[in-house]
């Protein structure tokens, strides 16, 4: 039997990418073809992971390692999480570079993009037709007994990824146009969820999706709270003005990544634990919380300016 023909195309483009290995891209496959199994196996909803459990713990008692792999207490060391964030992470986006992102009017290869994408490998922006978008059901939400809704708010942009998915998972995806995708962006940006573009060295090691993210459900978020640092900023933080602030705690409620307490009948951000995502913004009935840029947080992933940058550089 023939692979079929997203299969083929997929294959293609890591030939011609120059940097896969034989391992790399059946990873690739891998992930792509079963990212339900895949994702649910990693953020622990399979019931192949619970009964892999006493296995694990067994071998690591038997087999402890240092930082490089796990460490004494059994978790993952810190080589290791900087090792495997570097290979799978996503870049925090505002609702308006996510929208940018999602509506890109021709072909672009945006390389190098260490300042936005602080991460030593899969940093890449190659966008072959880029208004091929498929909507996914969300393999986070998917592993999860009492998932967030809707499922369907994973966005995989572009070629050859889109295709893959939609000949591979017909019963999970649908194509929607550039309009349809903003529209679920904005409707997931007012449930208080985030948007993040994923970047993964098996998916020929650049940018491949917008994922629409809630704090329960998303594997990402999860290992970024035990210590992986899966996503970058999306180089903006929030600011309270205390004068306007009344204390009613909506911010603190919405914030996915924890970083607004009601304290002293007033909200306080914690600016090292805000990833600016922007939910809070949306949320303050006083127009107390503002959004600004921070450079100590790297650059936004604002696609217009990056192409814009590239053009006159040439």
């Known amino acids: 039997m023939l692979p079929k023909p997203s299969t ?19 990873h690739g496959y891998v992930y792509s073809r079963w990212p339900y199994f895949y994702i649910g196996v990693a953020v622990g909803g399979h019931r192949f992971t619970r ?53 890109v009017n021709r072909a672009i290869e945006l390389r190098d993009l260490e300042a936005v994408i602080p991460y030593s490998k899969a940093r890449d922006i190659i966008l072959r037709h880029p208004d091929h978008i498929a909507v996914l059901d ?4 998917s592993a999860r007994p009492n998932p967030c809704l809707p499922m369907d708010v994973c966005l995989i942009v572009g070629e050859p990824f889109a295709r893959f998915i939609l000949e591979h998972h017909p019963g999970r995806s649908r194509r929607i146009s550039q309009g349809e995708a903003v529209e ?33 459900c998303c594997g990402a978020m999860q290992a970024q709270r035990h210590g992986v640092p899966m996503l970058a900023s999306s180089g903006f933080t929030a600011s309270v003005d205390q004068g306007l602030c009344m204390g009613c705690g909506l ?36 127009g107390a919380i503002g959004f600004r840029r921070d450079p100590r947080r790297g650059e936004p992933l604002d696609v217009c300016s990056l192409m814009d940058t590239k053009v006159s550089s040439l």
């Open 51 to 103: 009964a892999m459990e006493p296995v694990v713990r067994w071998f690591l008692k038997r087999f402890p390692a240092d930082g490089g792999g796990r460490d004494r207490k059994g978790g993952m060391g810190e080589a290791a999480r900087k090792a495997f964030a570097d290979s799978y992470h996503g870049k925090v986006l505002s609702v308006t570079d996510a929208t940018r992102l999602v509506t």
């Open 251 to 286: 911010c603190a409620e919405s914030c996915p990544f924890g970083a607004l307490k009601l304290t002293d009948g007033k909200s306080r951000l914690d600016a090292d634990a805000c990833m600016g995502c922007g939910v809070c913004v949306d949320r303050c009935p006083e």
């Open 138 to 141: 969300c393999p986070c939400r």
């Open 8 to 26: 083929r195309l997929f294959l293609r483009e890591a030939v011609r990418a120059g940097h896969m290995s034989l391992f790399d891209i059946v």
């Open 184 to 216: 679920i962006l904005r409707a997931e940006h007012r449930r208080g969820h985030v948007h993040h573009a994923f970047f993964k060295d098996a998916m020929l090691g650049r940018f491949y999706a917008v994922c629409n993210c809630c704090s329960c």
